[in-house]
Structure formats: structure tokens, C-alpha cells
């Protein structure tokens, strides 16, 4: 199956007492550029991000954010500032010896004093968090997948109609192609006729000019290739996967075999056949865009 580029993707969950939540969004872009947002503390989980969303994209320009909220009480870890603490007593008895002053120093007394204390958080098990990041992200990325995938089916459906339509062209090509030759015959014996009057006209004449005309006008070769790039169209879509460059590269051929149709003959109704086709290899070209 065949995926759009454009989607979008998002997870929640609660794991090792945070609330982690990942979305994924992106659009089309001719080669992959991802690039991922989430809180400073936790800036070392950027590159395994990347590499997840490299496993699964191969091209488009993918935004990701990470949003954590603690679900719990941060653990805090709280420590005596014991060379603080000493130069406050130290300062103390002085006062106390030098000012004839009571000494009534109490606990509550100095632990109100600034910087006593020193409060710290407990340290972030980074690969514990690594972890639960990467479980929301495949979430995320299977939810956004899911999304891919129902916009790449209606991709695929529009493209084989139009490589169908395309088809139906080509046999019209084909089958005008002799009756455009039977007309120029026709059309040079008149002339022929018009100009020499009562003499007899040279019947081998004719058959030259009308078999270097056949020669010129000739489109069997191309309506050739292009059945055979349509039916290599058909077998893309049928293999899926990134094939939007793959795509890209067989509508230049297709659109060459058209062009060189178009440059053969003077028949106004294969011309028009001819715009026929690449008006819709245009529209197949826009939607191909959008194909990872």
C-alpha cells in the first residue's frame, strides 16, 4: 500500500509517574526533514526521536513535539550546607561572647537561616524515560500511519483511474492512427488529380508518398512504450511503499512518449487525443506529490 505524505498522529500516556504525550505531523516535502520539539531537560531524547521517525518516513517534513507534566511529587533530595551552617554558628558565639548575650540558638532558629539547606532533585534516569518516550512514539506513529495509509488508498484509487483513462487514450491514438494515413492518401490522389487533369496518375507515386507519410506519422513505438510505463505504473501501486520518486521519474517517460506523439502528423483529432493524455498526466504528476 502506498502512503500520502501528509499526516498526522498522536499518543498520551502515563508511564513511570509522567504524563507523556507525542504528536506528529507533516506535509509534503521532496526529501525528509524532521525536526522534533521537546523541553530543554529532555534534549538528549532528540536523536533517538529522529531515528524512529527515519524508520518509519522516508520522506516528507515531519514535526514532532513532546509535551511531559509529572503525575507525581519530583522526588527531592535535601542535604545540610554543613559549611554554611558552621559559619552561621561560628558568627553566632561570636556575637554571643563579644556582646555578653545569651546563647538560646535553637534548631528552628537556624535552620530559618538562608542556604542552611540545600535542596536538589533526584537524578533523571534518563534511559528510563528514553524508554517510556519511545513506547508513546510508536503509538503516536502507528496512529499517524493509520492516517497515511487511508490518504494514500484514495491516491492510489484516483491514480489507476487516471492511468485507465490514460489507456483508453492511447487505444484511440492507435486506431486513428491508420485512418489518419487513409486520409492523407486519399487527400494527395485528389491532388494529384486536381493537377495532372485527364493524365494518368502514377499509382506507384502515390504509394511512396503515402509510405514516407506513414513512416513520418508513425506512433507505434511510442503507444508501445507507453502501455509499458502504464503497466509499470499499475505494478507500482500494486507493490506500494515510498515509491513517490520511483513515480516521478516514470511520468518524465510518459510525458515524453506523449510529447513526441503530439509532434508526429497534422490531425487535429489525434492533437486533441494527445492533450487529452497529458492533461491527465498532469493531474497524476500533482497527485504524485503528495506520495511518500
Known amino acids: 500500500m502506498i502512503k500520502s505524505m501528509t499526516g498526522y498522529g498522536r499518543a498520551v500516556q502515563t508511564l513511570s509517574g509522567r504524563e507523556i504525550t507525542v504528536e506528529l ?40 513535539y513532546v509535551s511531559v507534566t509529572a503525575q507525581e511529587a519530583e522526588a527531592m533530595q535535601i542535604s545540610l550546607n554543613r559549611p554554611v ?4 554558628l561560628n558568627a553566632l558565639k561570636t556575637i554571643a561572647d563579644d556582646y555578653d548575650l545569651r546563647d538560646d540558638v535553637s534548631v528552628m532558629a537556624v535552620s530559618r537561616l538562608p542556604e542552611v539547606f540545600q535542596v536538589t532533585k533526584a537524578e533523571e534516569d534518563e534511559e528510563q524515560f528514553l524508554k517510556d518516550l519511545l513506547t ?14 487511508v490518504e494514500g ?13 490514460i489507456l483508453a ?11 489518419t494515413l ?12 486536381e493537377v495532372l487533369e485527364n493524365t ?32 509499470q505504473l499499475d505494478q507500482m501501486l500494486t507493490n506500494g511503499g515510498a515509491i513517490g520518486r520511483k513515480l516521478d521519474f516514470l511520468l518524465q517517460e510518459l510525458n515524453r512518449e506523449a510529447n513526441t506523439i503530439g509532434s508526429k502528423g497534422n490531425d487535429i483529432e489525434q492533437a486533441r487525443t494527445v492533450v487529452e493524455i497529458k492533461s491527465e498526466l ?11
Open 182 to 193: 487513409a486520409e492523407y492518401r486519399a487527400r494527395l490522389e485528389k491532388r494529384m488529380r
Open 136 to 149: 508513546v512514539a510508536d503509538e503516536a506513529m502507528a496512529n499517524y500511519d493509520a492516517m497515511r495509509q
Open 282 to 292: 498532469e493531474k497524476i504528476r500533482e497527485q504524485t506529490q503528495n506520495i511518500e
Open 153 to 165: 488508498q484514495a491516491l492510489e484509487n484516483d491514480l489507476r483511474a487516471r492511468a485507465a483513462t
Open 200 to 231: 494518368q496518375i502514377d499509382e506507384s507515386r502515390i504509394l511512396t508518398e503515402a509510405a514516407i507519410y506513414a513512416d513520418k506519422i508513425a506512433v507505434d513505438e511510442e503507444t508501445v512504450r507507453l502501455r509499458s510505463h502504464l503497466s
Open 169 to 179: 487514450l492511447t487505444e484511440k491514438v492507435e486506431q486513428r492512427s491508420p485512418v
Open 25 to 64: 505531523k507533516s506535509v509534503n516535502n521532496r526529501y525528509l526533514d524532521c525536526s522534533v520539539r521537546l523541553p530543554r531537560q529532555y534534549g538528549y531524547a532528540e536523536e533517538a526521536l529522529k531515528q524512529k521517525v527515519k524508520e518509519h518516513i522516508s520522506r516528507g517534513k515531519v514535526d514532532v
Open 85 to 88: 551552617l558552621e559559619g552561621y
